[in-house]
């Protein structure tokens, strides 16, 4: 009684698998928020927390204006 071999389907995320533009931004120098958003991204990226460095790269990404408008 061989039964065929069953392959589940979990889904597997790997960090290949992650759009790499998904996780990049590139944080303005001196900017305070560029900064934090890229140690959070760092941060959810080393817990394999795809979804909240993404969401960190994302905030990099749109960040594009006002960096460290403030601290002027
Ligand atoms: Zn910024």
Do not use: F
């Not at 533009?21 to 900064?35: H, I, M, N, S, Y």
């Not at 960190?56 to 460290?68: F, L, V, Y």
């Amino acid at each position: 009684m061989n039964e065929p071999t069953k392959y589940s389907t979990r889904p597997v995320v790997l960090p290949g698998a992650v759009d790499a533009w998904l996780l990049e931004g590139t944080p303005a120098p001196r900017c305070k928020v560029c900064a934090a958003l890229a140690v959070q991204r760092s941060e959810a990226h080393a817990r394999n927390d795809w979804a909240a460095a993404c969401a960190a790269a994302k905030e990099i990404r749109n960040h594009g204006r006002g960096h460290g408008e403030a601290a002027q």
